[in-house]
């Protein structure tokens, strides 16, 4: 019998998302970073996902207030990805009877404090008993008037990254060793800024020919961009960002750690001066890590020159355990 | 230390809701069937709802697609309380690894199914390892003109229920002894129909003061309507619609028994004819069960003529023992 565990997550929704029938008002369907409605006055984006105790986090790595804004956030990095703007959020959270009251107020006011702080507002939600504690929000935004998505990438075009990755990766091994951590890496991990403003320039602009937020890792967010789009990629790993703190650990966790939440996109030859002329009112810093290359390959070139194929990896709930991910061969 | 058992789900969203920052697009903020945001193009609706396992069903009592239909319906009540109509949904999935596959692929398409049955879609949706399953539906629907909501309702109105009351909570009581067991009861458990022509009819005729679902049990629910309109009721025991198998298993199935997903409304005296008139075109039986009154208290009268001030009870996921609900002092 084929189980979540057996198939993994994206086998899944690969074998589920065409199924789903569509009407004429859903622009975008299942398989994206959001889906795209149409009203009468513009489109919509809608995207949910939630935080699960021991799958996303453990007792006492977040503070209920962190929790709640990183649920917040981990939606509105995928409104971000389209170049949406984040409107309305509904939150349910699950908790198990003997949770702290203070714990549900803490998590449902940081959803509202990360929607307020980006213009949106959390307007609902629901609770329910549960055996382990649990934060789904579901995020409505303002579509741009072309929203980009994994899909339109081609062969040439150049790859660019916003801020810094592994930060959150190594983050969650220094929980791993002590949930008392500290530091740059915690700090990311607990909360990360979803680049809302960059995904919008770039849309709005028509910078880039695809985008896709990096929460499963560096290659496997590539991975999901490169399907969509029917290509391959060449990533040079001496230009991913990453701080010296990552690299001593590992540069597998920038290549394959999950939970950046940044931006991944392909930008034509054309856009790449108009771009780095732009860079600046990006909000954050800016790096090419590679090309957009035919076939469906993925080639990963070390510092030493040395190209590997990279397999599948990244952060797969259902296949890899929690935090230990990526394999580049 | 206050927590959620001691508080009880009710008691902590009343402590929250109050908080929450809102923003002038946010017609109606949490504590509501649904919250009210305003588009350019007229009003939305949005709503959250999740099924638990071990909450709201036990292994074997539902099928994979009932399991997703019910996750959309339970929804879609809220749409219709509102007197809205469902257009988008996304879920998300929470399921151990050892999870068959098949069973997210059967939830998701009943989600989706069930979506279409009432003209609308199943745009996308996230998946989670987790150690229970759970489904996470939030839907969007297009507001009437005017939403009902639950406060409106005057001293004088006259309250009725669509359909009939108890048979999910009888249902769930012969599951309980037997998963195999079978029946009307048993089959309105598991494939409850929200009202949404009901819904939407007594919206756009304005035929109502005050609505509401019954989802957490007759009583509980008209104590929200109460609380929100600020007036008392009194119930007739023997009006209150249900069958000869609910009244022999305790007339309490009917009244505080949850997972009805009738609507509940008060009808103001001069359009009682109207309503009367409609009635026909409601798609569902219609009972009048009692009056509004003066106060904050809700009386039941038995069919003996004896009345009794009834204290909270009904389904609070954090106090009460699931399937022990309701309580006539």
């Known amino acids: 019998m084929s189980t979540l565990a057996s198939i993994g997550e994206f086998g899944l929704l690969a074998r589920l998302l065409p199924r789903l029938p569509q009407r004429r008002d859903v622009l975008l369907g299942p398989g994206d970073d959001c889906a795209v409605v149409r009203t009468r006055a513009g489109a919509l984006l ?15 790595w977040l503070t209920p207030g962190a929790l709640g804004r990183k649920a917040f956030a981990v939606n509105a990095s995928d409104i971000a990805a389209m170049g949406g703007a984040p409107r309305w959020c509904v939150t349910h959270i699950a908790a198990p009877p003997r949770t702290p009251a203070a714990t549900v107020d803490g998590i449902a006011r940081g959803v509202a404090t990360a929607a307020a702080a980006v213009g949106a507002s959390a307007i609902g939600g629901n609770l329910s008993r549960a055996a382990e504690l649990s934060v789904t929000v579901a995020l409505i935004g303002d579509a741009p008037p072309r929203p980009l998505t994994r899909a339109g990438a081609r062969e040439g075009d150049a790859l660019y990254v916003t801020g810094r990755l592994g930060d959150a990766a190594l983050g969650v091994r220094q929980l791993m060793r002590s949930r008392s951590a500290r530091g740059v890496a915690v700090a ?53 960002p990453s701080t010296a703190a990552v690299r001593r650990a590992g540069i597998d966790l920038a290549l394959s750690g999950g939970e950046d939440y940044e931006l991944l996109f392909a930008v034509p030859p054309r856009r790449v001066a108009e771009l780095t002329a732009a860079s600046a009112e ?26 590997r194929r990279w397999r599948h990896g990244g952060h797969d709930h259902f296949r890899v355990p929690p935090h230990r991910r990526g394999r580049v061969e």
Chains 1, 2 share one sequence.
């Open 46 to 60: 809608v995207t949910v996902d939630a935080l699960i105790e021991d799958v996303h986090f453990r007792h006492g």
């Open 188 to 240: 990311r991990f607990r909360a990360p800024s979803p680049r809302l403003h960059a995904g919008a320039l770039l849309a709005r602009r028509r910078l880039a020919s695809a985008m896709i937020d990096v929460s499963d890792g560096l290659l496997q967010d590539l991975g999901h961009l490169c399907r969509a789009s029917r290509v391959g990629a060449r990533i040079d790993v001496a230009s991913v």
């Open 282 to 307: 990006l909000g954050c810093r800016l790096s090419r890590i590679g090309r957009v290359v035919s076939g469906g390959d993925i080639v990963v070139v070390d510092g030493g020159g040395v190209a």
